[in-house]
């Protein structure tokens, strides 16, 4: 057994041994998706996380790391999923393209609901696009990805940079491709990037809301304009037949 599978043993014994059905019952009903979890108190989860990243700092290697991250994630376990998003956001030493890359790869492979893909999103994706490690063009590209929660984390990870940054023509750009996507995820994604971009550029985000008001996502014109004044929003609603 390597120190990778050790870490996994390790790490897999405190969530079983700290499991409650009774959190599990208490976020469940969150996630439409289903929650798979062992339903650990979310400090007590922290706290031990954090002692883990401090134990295998020096003795791991990207790659060890790497071979820790798939056996957590091939638990399906929540908990284990949220484990490797808090080791990435530690492991700024290691970011890179490629690891951008792989990153999606994951996200494609094993996340499950849209808490792992926004926290990702938030603390570990927006970091490579504040630090220009990757373009907003590398993260735009995955707009045609096969899996949901890829496609979310375009304008999730958009808009968190956005907060920072305030660029408008990546808002602007991710919306006019990603609009029309017709999963109720992904539309959430773009109606939360879209609303939190017009409180700064309301004239710029209205006329995309314009051009797209006949074929666009419900959902994602239904959290864009939640911000509107009641009466207002009606000319971003959908004409009828």
Same mark, same amino acid.
């Given at each position: 057994m390597d120190k990778a599978d050790r870490a996994i043993r390790m790490i897999r014994s405190f969530?079983?041994?700290?499991?409650?059905?009774?959190?599990?019952?208490?976020?469940?009903? !969150? &996630? *439409? %998706? /289903?929650?798979?979890?062992? /339903?650990?108190?979310? $400090? +007590?989860?922290?706290? %031990? +996380?954090?002692?883990? +990243?401090?134990?295998?700092?020096?003795? !791991? @290697?990207?790659?060890?790391?790497?071979?820790? &991250?798939? /056996?957590l994630f091939e638990?399906?376990?929540? $908990? %284990? @999923?949220? @484990?490797? +998003? =808090? !080791?990435? @956001?530690?492991? $700024? =030493?290691?970011?890179?393209?490629?690891? &951008?890359?792989?990153i999606r790869a994951w996200i494609g492979r094993y996340f499950t609901n849209w808490a792992q893909t926004d926290s990702v999103c938030k603390y570990v994706l927006r970091e490579f696009i504040l630090r220009d490690i990757v373009s907003y063009n590398d993260l735009i590209a995955w707009h045609t990805h096969k899996s949901k929660w890829v496609r979310r984390a375009v304008p999730v990870t958009t808009v968190e940079a956005f907060y920072k940054e305030q660029k408008i023509t990546p808002v602007l750009k991710v919306g006019n491709l990603l609009i029309n996507d017709p999963v109720r995820e992904v539309g959430q994604g773009v109606g939360w990037m879209l609303r939190d971009a017009w409180k700064v550029y309301p004239d710029r985000i209205e006329k995309l809301l314009k051009k797209h008001v006949r074929t666009g996502n419900r959902t994602a014109y239904q959290?864009?304009?939640?911000?509107?004044?009641?009466?207002? *929003?009606?000319? &971003? *609603? =959908?004409?009828k037949k």
């Open positions: 969530y079983k041994k700290n499991s409650d059905p009774l959190v599990v019952e208490k976020y469940s009903r !969150f &996630f *439409r %998706e /289903g929650y798979r979890a062992y /339903g650990v108190n979310p $400090e +007590i989860q922290s706290k %031990e +996380i954090q002692k883990w +990243i401090d134990q295998l700092e020096d003795e !791991f @290697t990207l790659k060890d790391y790497k071979k820790l &991250f798939v /056996g638990s399906g376990m929540n $908990e %284990e @999923t949220s @484990t490797v +998003i =808090r !080791f990435l @956001t530690n492991l $700024e =030493r290691y970011y890179s393209k490629s690891l &951008f890359t792989q959290y864009a304009c939640e911000k509107m004044d009641k009466e207002y *929003r009606l000319q &971003f *609603r =959908r004409p």
